[in-house]
């Protein structure tokens, strides 16, 4: 199984929630909004959002932006500024396809398979085409959707992925410390890290699921012959357990107690799919 090729692959940073200990002056504003990209949000196209007031864990820090698509020279500017903080990024993948039936095809079988590590108890949840794996406020998160066009270039066929951090701590641990981290970034590696994506292997995962029912240790595969047709009993009970919970990342969030899950899955490669 592999995704469709896509002709093009764009990583960029979509958004940013930066806090300031000194207001941003009015100039200092209208720069910012000239370096930024307009992206939908609540129904319009916006640049900046500003919430003028203070952090709840650290009062110095008076004021804070929500920063859209911000270019080379806005992350250069943050980064030779003092009293900035980071507190959120959103680094996203876009895959451009030909044509809208590779890219719902991707998309369908994209959600189907992504993986996301130490997803725990997190969920999968849908908002108007969005598939998100946690909600709002969770350190990592995946939002995906292929209803609009590129964010960067506007091409229309274009499946859009999200990897939302929140936090300074969530932020480290995927090396940004601050702006400065953001400037040359490694999209390529990033995403490598991260990416990935498993398919069920049905025979596997029906043989463990009857295994852990009866107590039992087989390690053959279950075939029961009837004439000239064969009818493989795990690989049917898998079919159904996977098909009924709909994606890889709910069979692991389903068994992952009871079974050793990761025995079921089988690795996609994802070369074709990362930045270059």
């Known amino acids: 199984m592999t995704i469709p090729h896509p002709i093009a692959v764009h990583a960029y940073i979509d958004g940013m929630r930066v806090w300031f200990k000194r207001p941003l002056a009015p100039d200092e504003i209208a720069w910012l909004g000239q370096q930024c990209?307009?992206?939908?949000?609540?129904?319009?196209?916006?640049?900046?959002?500003?919430?003028?007031?203070?952090?709840?864990?650290?009062r110095s820090y008076v004021e804070r932006y929500n920063i859209f698509q911000p270019t080379d020279e806005v992350l250069?500017?943050?980064?030779?500024?003092?009293?900035?903080?980071?507190?959120?990024?959103?680094i996203s993948l876009d895959w451009i396809f030909d044509d809208e039936v590779d890219k719902d095809y991707a998309d369908r079988l994209f959600r189907s398979i992504i993986v996301k590590k130490h997803h725990g108890n997190q969920g999968i949840s849908f908002d108007k085409g969005t598939r998100y794996t946690a909600a709002r406020g969770a350190p990592n998160q995946i939002a995906t959707y292929a209803d609009l066009p590129c964010r960067i270039t506007g091409e229309e066929y274009c499946l859009h992925i999200d990897w939302r951090?929140?936090?300074s701590e969530a932020l480290r641990r995927a090396g940004i410390h601050s702006a400065n981290d953001l400037i040359n970034f490694d999209y390529r590696e990033f995403w490598r890290k991260r990416?990935?994506?498993?398919?069920?292997?049905?025979?596997?995962?029906?043989?463990?699921?009857?295994?852990?029912?009866?107590?039992?240790?087989?390690?053959?595969?279950?075939?029961?012959t009837c004439g000239p047709i064969k009818?493989?009993?795990?690989?049917?009970?898998?079919?159904?357990?996977?098909?009924?919970?709909?994606?890889t990342q709910a069979v692991i969030d389903r068994f992952r107690k009871e079974i050793n899950v990761n025995r079921c899955?089988?690795?996609?490669?994802?070369?074709?799919?990362l930045p270059r």
């Open 37 to 58: 990209r307009a992206v939908p949000r609540d129904e319009q196209y916006i640049k900046l959002r500003r919430h003028p007031w203070p952090m709840r864990f650290n």
């Open 76 to 90: 250069r500017w943050l980064a030779n500024r003092d009293g900035v903080h980071l507190s959120y990024a959103e």
């Open 165 to 167: 951090i929140s936090g």
């Open 195 to 224: 990416l990935i994506l498993r398919e069920i292997n049905y025979s596997a995962l029906g043989r463990m699921l009857w295994n852990r029912g009866k107590q039992q240790k087989r390690r053959t595969e279950w075939v029961k």
């Open 231 to 247: 009818y493989h009993v795990d690989r049917r009970r898998g079919y159904i357990a996977a098909t009924a919970l709909g994606s």
């Open 265 to 273: 899955l089988i690795p996609i490669d994802v070369e074709h799919l």
